[in-house]
């Protein structure tokens, strides 16, 4: 039995299903992260976790215990809020000692683990301090810091790095990273973001609408996506989707024609599913499966914007039959909006049928 | 340099009329307290004491006073022990209210039951049941319950809690993040932990905001204790200064020691209003009740 267990959890608000019936499992020491737009439940879903929302249906076991209706004090689990819940008229050592506290620690245990998670995260020198005299990063590290001490069977977030700028949210990126390295403890990490998901997660669980869509590592996710919107939401800048149509299906190979390509294209198997012949499809292909290749392109764009960020070169493009594409390119392209853009596949297109599943997976 | 609009200097103008309006009453008690007993009728227009003396104030508190009156003159009131019994007043009124209107409060912010909205709603409701109407029912059972003329009768009608204290803290209650709530629950902490160590004393402000009006209001409450505290021992300020109104002679009340007795009473409420009078209006326009 996995570590975590969700299984067929339901969350309903009166005639409002939020969270439609979904079944997760996670090993001890594993770093999930729920990903998906607002909306789609990721946050009810670790809030039912954490016993903060009522579980409706179905239930969640956390090492082999049914905790499905347990108190939160009683799951062994700690969260780190999106707003940090720092207690503001509390210094930081009693915000991060209060659990012990009110449960009665020694003293000299609360003491030592305190400065145990202060040395960890670097905040030794503001555990006298107020939250309101801390800056965002520092704030986000005593929440962190609160959850440390209690040694939790399971860490929490929920979209923790949300109110940080930028930067901030990179640095504070590699420290989770570093901190699940380090105390190797199982956690469950909620973002929208898919540059945090991509970076952090072991596996990673894509929510849309209250459902799983897929699940898997961020190379799989990538690389194999499941359906179109998992395609569409694993990967910055997007996946470039064109209209495409079936001219001939075998197990080996199928061949699909578009209407911005100049020649049909041949897709190798295996398939999960093999369309008919003639049906419609949507081919997918990554910003860095294009290359500039003027002597046999498959297809021609004409600019529109190129965004240069140093080492790379994002080009915006409209493809001959009005389809908008993403291009990525290592070094600084020098395009001007209205060139004319010829164009060749790295690798086959993903290949999306009328219902947008995968033809290469069906993982769900 | 910033200038003045025509319509900014009417307004200024108006304000300073409604604030001289205002400050006269006050001016007029203190000069008053300030004047001779002898000199009262014949500076009544000035608007300054004739003769300067600090003997009213010394006479009111009990002490030597080069003021000489008649023995039925000479100590108005016993203002210390009426001084002492509006403190015990006041004390034991706003610290009850303040502690039971903020479990209230707390409950109806924070907790969910069955009701619960339509109990607040009723609460609410008892704000416009005009105060004169209880005061009778409320005599009749401390009579019957034999707490005339003592603290617990005085204060029974309002140590629980009072609409206005429950709605006043509830608005700050669901103004606080739910997260720290949730953040102690799963740190393990009791809901009444989580109201005595978290929700409270993220109030304080507003809590001390809520503690000096309810201070000015039992400060000043004269009705109700009228009725139940008649007695010396448990008289408090607003009545005692009422009970020396009807002692004094007729046609010739002891004008100045009466109004060094009310200037002494208003200290505190001023000096509440002068210290916390910012806070009380941030308070009171961040939970929307003016």
Redesign the interface.
Known sequence: MSFLTIDNVIKQFGNLQVVKGVSIEAEKGEFIVFVGPSGCGKSTLLRMI???EETSEGTISIDGEDLTHAD??DRH???V???Y?L???MSVYDNIA??MQ??KVPKAEIKARVLEAARILQIEALLERKPRQLSGGQRQRVAIG?AIV?KPKIFLFDEPLSNLDAELRTQMRVEIAKLHQEIGATMIYVTHDQVEAMTLADRIVVLRGGLVEQVGSPAELYDRPANLFVAGFIGSPRMTFLPGRIEAAGDAEIRVSSSAFARPQTIPGPFAHLPDVNSTVTLGLRPESFRIDATDPVLTATVEITEHLGGSTIVHARTSDGNSLVMATSGRAELCPGDALPLACIGAPHVFDAQGLSLAATRR | MKTITPQAALGYLVLAVFVFLSLLPLWMALKIALTHPSDVYTSAASLTPETFTLGNFLRVMGLPSDIELTASRASPIDFMLALRNSVIYTALTVSGQIFFSALAAYAFARMSFPGRDLLFFAFLAATMIPSMVLFIPNFILVKQLGLLNTFTGLVAPTILMTPFAVFFLRQFFLSS?K??D????????SQF?IFW??AL??Q?GPIATLGILLAIQSWNEFFWPFLVGRDASVRVMAVALSDFMSQTGRGNPDWSGLMAAIVLSIIPVITLLVVFGRQIVESLQTSGMK
């Open positions: 954490a016993g903060l939160p004090a689990v700690a969260m809020f999106q707003s819940a207690f503001p008229h209060f659990g009110i449960n609160r209690r | 993040p997260e720290l949730e953040a102690a629950r799963l740190e393990g902490a932990q160590r978290i004393p993220i304080k």
